[in-house]
C-alpha cells in the first residue's frame, strides 16, 4: 500500500505541467526559441520560455530569471504600489537575448557558451514556488476595499518546463541549473527534483543573490503562496509547514535528497535589494546585518550537507550571472568566472569571502 501512495505521488509530481503540444528539441531553430504555454503569469497573462539547443554538447543550463516578488495585495495588483515584481513572460528582462553575463555566448571566457540552455522567465510574484491563486483583500488610498486575484502560478509553470526538459534531454554528460534574485530560490528548490531526474550524471546548483533572507517574519511569503502544499514528499520536508519552511531548506532538502548535486551561492554583502525586500518583509532599517545573516544562513547549510560552497563579494550590486561583471569580478585574487568554471567542470573549488580588510571589498563590483 506504501508504494503504491508513492508511486502515485511520484506520477501526479511528474505529469503535473506536462504538455502534449509542446515542440520537440528536434523541431526548434537555431539560436533562441520562444515557446508558448497553457500557463499564466500573476496577472492571468500567458506565460512563455525560452529553449537554444546546441549540436556541440551534451552539457545542459537551466536558469531561473529573477524580478521581485509580491505576497499583499498592494504589491501583485499592477495598478498599486509598491510594484515589486515583473508581471509579464515577455518583458525585456525576462528575454536571454538581451541578457549579459551567461548569456554572452560570443565571449570566450563563458563556461556556458557551447551549452544547450533552458532559460525560465519570472512573472508570477512567488520566487517561481508559489501553489495556485490567491485573492487578496486590501484597503486602497481613497479607503475603498479592494480584492485582487494574484495568479502564483510559479510552481506549475516551472513544473511545464521542467517536464519539457526532461522529455527533450534525456542523454547529457551535466547539467547546471541556477538562477539570480528569485531564480536562485527558485533554483535552489528545484535543483533536487533535477538531480534526481538525472541521478546518473552530476548536477550543479549556482545560486546568485538571494542568501540574505532570514527574516523570521518570512512566513508571511510562505503563507500567502501556500509553499508547504507543494513540497516534495522527502525526509528533509516531513512536518515543514508555511510557518517552519525557511529557503535554506530548500538546498539542504536538494542536497540530502540527491548525492549527485553540489550546491553554491554567490552573494554581494551589502546587497541593497537584499535589505529592501527584508525591509519590506518587516525588518526595521538597521536591525540587522546582512553579511552576519548571509553567514549565519551559510552556516545553517553547511551544519548540514556534506558540500556547499560560497563566493561573497563586497559592495551593494545585486546579482551578478546576467551582469559583465561576471568575467570581472575578483575577490581573494579569484575571478568568479575562473571560481564557476572551476566548479561546472568538476575542479576543487574554495569558499571566497569578502573580509573588510580587503582592497576594494567594499566597493560594488565593476
Known amino acids: 500500500m506504501k508504494y503504491t501512495i508513492f508511486a502515485f505521488f511520484l506520477l501526479m509530481s511528474s505529469t503535473l505541467g506536462a ?51 509580491c505576497w499583499f495585495g498592494q504589491a ?24 549579459g553575463g551567461i ?28 501553489a495556485g491563486e490567491r485573492i487578496y483583500t486590501y484597503e486602497n488610498e481613497m479607503g475603498e476595499e479592494v480584492k485582487y486575484t494574484a495568479h502564483h502560478n510559479g510552481y506549475e509553470n516551472s513544473m511545464t518546463v521542467l517536464n519539457w526538459v526532461y522529455e527533450n534531454f534525456s542523454s ?16 535552489s528548490f528545484y535543483s533536487g527534483m533535477v538531480a534526481e531526474q538525472y541521478s546518473n550524471i552530476p548536477v550543479i546548483l549556482i545560486a546568485d543573490a538571494a542568501g540574505g533572507y532570514g527574516s523570521p517574519l518570512m512566513p508571511i511569503t510562505h503563507r500567502a503562496w501556500n509553499t508547504a502544499s507543494i513540497l516534495p514528499d522527502w525526509i528533509d520536508y516531513a512536518g515543514e509547514t508555511n510557518e517552519t519552511i525557511s529557503f535554506e531548506d530548500f538546498y539542504i532538502a536538494s542536497a540530502n535528497h540527491s ?14 535589494t537584499q535589505k529592501m525586500f527584508t ?5 526595521a532599517p538597521g536591525s540587522f546585518s546582512l ?76
Open 19 to 69: 504538455q502534449s503540444n509542446l515542440p520537440s528539441l528536434s523541431g526548434l531553430d537555431s539560436g533562441w526559441n520562444t515557446i508558448s504555454t497553457e500557463g499564466v503569469c500573476s496577472a492571468g497573462t500567458p506565460y512563455q520560455f525560452y529553449a537554444k539547443s546546441s549540436v556541440a554538447s551534451d552539457n545542459l543550463l537551466i536558469f531561473f530569471n529573477g524580478g521581485g516578488a
Open 76 to 99: 501583485c495588483d499592477l495598478g498599486e504600489q509598491p510594484n515589486i515584481h515583473s508581471p509579464f513572460a515577455d518583458m525585456d528582462s525576462n528575454n536571454p537575448a538581451l541578457s
Open 103 to 130: 548569456f554572452d555566448l560570443e565571449n570566450g571566457e563563458n563556461p556556458f557558451a557551447d551549452y544547450n540552455m533552458v532559460f525560465i522567465p519570472y512573472c508570477t510574484g512567488d520566487v517561481h514556488i508559489g
Open 172 to 187: 547529457l554528460r551535466s547539467v547546471v541549473i541556477t538562477g539570480s534574485s528569485a531564480g536562485a530560490i527558485g533554483s
Open 259 to 272: 548525492p549527485n548535486l553540489t550546491i553554491a551561492q554567490y552573494n554581494a554583502a551589502e546587497d541593497e
Open 279 to 283: 525591509q519590506v518583509i518587516g525588518d
Open 291 to 366: 553579511p552576519q545573516r548571509i553567514l549565519t544562513n551559510y552556516q545553517e547549510i553547511e551544519s548540514s550537507v556534506d558540500d556547499f560552497y560560497s563566493y561573497t563579494a563586497g559592495g551593494e550590486f545585486h546579482t551578478i550571472l546576467r551582469d559583465k561583471i561576471f568575467y570581472r569580478y575578483e575577490v581573494e585574487g579569484v575571478r568568479f568566472v575562473d571560481w564557476v568554471t572551476s566548479l561546472v567542470n568538476g575542479e576543487q573549488v574554495r569558499d571566497i569571502s569578502c573580509v573588510k580588510e580587503a582592497t576594494g571589498c567594499n566597493d560594488a563590483p565593476e
